[in-house]
């Protein structure tokens, strides 16, 4: 049943595009410019393909290029699925290939045709404590994190005995904002404060601790109960 609804789904594909020669719609990488499947425009691959030559690429081509999600496969049996841009392995990515007689595996991020290593973890959250919600957000390189506080969608500023406790760095304040700067990564991070609950009729103790290994300029926002 598998076999037949894959053949089902390959001819519907065929019968639905158009078979180019390489005069009809040019593919710009050489290896796989035998024969193209596929969306044209002005005169190039572009859009969802299949191109076919010494090895085989199907997937989203922009320009001629593949560019987009798609999946290589060279004459040697080593394959890439994951992203690509101008014809180039880029984003996110996994290559199999053999080593020393056996099937190994590079998974993770590219940079013009270059492995370079796994997916970052994402932030890993220890503990929690009358905390709503809360949201991360890497702004680009560096060895800092600022923490924004909020209640009801706006700033709390009925915060008390805030402190921030972690295993590297200087805190510093910025405006409503608190933080820790000079961090040397992985970082971990206790956040404490009392503040008031919702309905304004209570103190409430909060606590947030978490562990970033990937360095950064992080941003954290705790929504409070």
């Known amino acids: 049943m598998g076999l037949a609804i894959r053949y089902t789904c390959l001819f519907l594909f065929f019968s639905s595009s158009q078979v180019f020669s390489q005069s009809d719609c040019q593919v710009l990488i050489p290896e796989i410019s035998g024969q193209y499947i596929g969306k044209c425009k002005k005169g190039f691959a572009h859009g969802k393909g299949l191109a076919i030559g010494i090895d085989r690429y199907e997937g989203s081509f922009k320009n001629g290029y593949p560019d987009g999600r798609g ?3 060279w004459a040697n049996g080593e394959i890439y699925d994951g992203q690509w841009e101008q014809g180039k392995r880029n984003g996110v990515g996994e290559f199999t290939y053999t080593e020393d007689g056996k099937v190994a595996f590079k998974s993770g991020i590219w940079e013009d045709d270059k492995y370079m290593g796994p997916l970052p973890e994402k932030p ?5 404590t009358s905390i709503e919600r809360y949201s991360f957000q890497r702004q680009g390189d560096g060895n800092q994190i600022t923490i924004n506080l909020f209640i009801n969608g706006s700033n709390n500023s009925g915060v008390e005995d805030f402190s921030i406790l972690t295993s590297s760095g200087t805190p510093f304040i910025s405006g409503n904002s608190q933080g820790v700067q000079s961090i040397v990564f992985p970082l971990t991070c ?7 609950n919702k309905m304004h009729t209570s ?3 909060s606590r947030f601790e978490f ?3 990937q360095a950064g300029r992080w941003v954290l926002d705790l929504h409070n109960n």
């Open 190 to 196: 206790k956040v404490s404060y009392y503040s008031w």
């Open 211 to 213: 562990q970033i290994e």
């Open 203 to 205: 103190k409430v103790y």
């Open 71 to 73: 999946t290589y496969t």
């Open 124 to 128: 890993k959250i220890i503990s929690s």
